[in-house]
């Protein structure tokens, strides 16, 4: 072993020239080829690192020991080796000599390397599980068989950039690279490879891609907004990966399940309902609710105008007039109890939902829509839309 590594120095540094350097795979073969002219019958003989191979003597071929069946030594001095093995590497000699008069002739000196092609690649990760951007971290782990390789690592085709968050390491048995992510990030969000190389060929390992998640953006809202004799109402919890769930459940209504986002216009006829919005992302899940009522009884007021006398048949209209006032103001006035009453009602049932939704922690929002009518010569619609964040 000393020799040889000796061997390879001055081989390396130059000290030694006139000698062959054959690379060849594990499994192949190597020829030695030699151009040995001698009339009578030589003796042939081939050392490998100071063992005997295998000789020519007496026009007969014979190999020695774990190189039986493997070689061949032919009378013009030339050697064959199959079934290479890495134990088959290192310095070959070969010595011919004058069987008459036991003369050296010629030598040779020759150097094997017996190399492994890239094979067996494989890339493995840590774990399958779900990895939170900006919190997890993960490994993945390149391992191949072949000599003297290399490893380089390719996000989405292109050499991985540089970065504080990658961290490698290599094993040498078997030869592998990791690759230590920590933490996650969204710019991780692609296919990694692996490409393992040596001087003879080189291998991609398959794709491996990351189950990266992120948040959605706050919390889920719910909304609702006028669109003319509609309102739109809607449930929205954008951004996530992978996207959220959204249920949307308005008061009547079969519950509407949607993906980021679903909405709805439903008309504004629809005191004392609800909307109802629940979002759902792994292990994640956020809910509000809009509660609908009025604000308020209030009605548009009506300018009176002054008078500048009365006939006779004036005064009997306006007796007239009062008779048919009193009545229309006594019809009101009941009006205007019952609906309080009934708003009365429908706030206190707004309150005592607001306090249980408080007692659960779900944020509310409450969202009034107001009508009011008013008219002895017709009837007047309002309609008021009010927002109430919590």
């Known amino acids: 072993m000393g020799r040889l590594l000796c061997f390879w120095l001055l081989v390396f540094t130059g000290a030694v020239s006139g000698i062959s350097i054959f690379n060849v795979t594990h499994g192949g073969h190597v020829y030695f080829k030699e151009t040995i002219t001698i009339h009578t019958d030589p003796l042939i003989s081939w050392r490998h690192n100071n063992s005997l191979v295998g000789q020519f003597y007496n026009e007969t071929s014979q190999c020695f020991d774990q190189y039986t069946g493997r070689c061949n030594v032919t009378r013009d001095g030339s050697l064959r080796l199959q079934d290479l093995t890495y134990a088959d590497e290192g ?156 249920t949307y459940k308005f008061s009547g209504w079969p519950a509407e399940v949607g993906t980021d986002r679903y909405g709805q216009y439903v008309s504004t006829n629809f005191h004392g309902k609800e909307l109802i919005c629940k979002g759902q992302q792994l292990d994640r899940a956020s809910q509000c609710v809009l509660l609908f009522g009025c604000l308020n009884g209030s009605y548009p007021s009506v300018e009176a105008k002054p008078s500048k006398g009365l006939s006779g048949g004036e005064t009997a209209g306006i007796v007239i007039g009062v008779i048919f006032g009193l009545t229309t103001i006594i019809a009101i006035t009941v009006l205007i109890v019952l609906s309080r009453k009934n708003f009365s009602e429908r706030r206190t049932g707004m309150q005592q939902a607001l306090s249980l939704m408080e007692a659960t922690h779900s944020p509310i929002t409450s969202v009034l829509i107001c009508h009011t009518a008013l008219g002895t010569a017709g009837i007047l619609v309002y309609t008021s839309v009010y927002v109430i964040r919590p």
Not at 123 to 136: A, N
Request: with cysteine.
């Open 91 to 246: 310095i070959y000699e070969m010595t011919a000599e004058s069987k008459e008069n036991a003369t050296l002739i010629e030598t040779s000196t020759h150097l094997l390397r017996v190399y492994s092609e890239v094979s067996a690649v494989s890339l493995t990760i840590s774990t399958t599980e779900w990895l939170w951007d900006g919190e997890d971290s993960v490994s993945l782990k390149c391992s191949a068989l072949g000599s003297d390789i290399s490893f380089s690592w390719n996000l989405d085709g292109k050499t991985l950039p540089l970065s504080s968050r990658y961290n490698f390491s290599q094993i040498s048995s078997p030869p592998s690279s990791i690759l230590t992510i920590s933490p996650v990030s969204r710019l991780d969000n692609g296919s990694f490879t692996c490409t393992v190389s040596n001087e003879f060929n080189n291998v991609t390992s398959e794709e491996v891609t990351l189950q990266l998640a992120w948040r959605p953006e706050g919390d889920i809202q719910c909304s609702a907004e006028p669109a003319g004799e509609w309102v739109s109402l809607a449930c929205s919890w954008p951004g996530g990966n992978p996207s959220a769930q959204v």
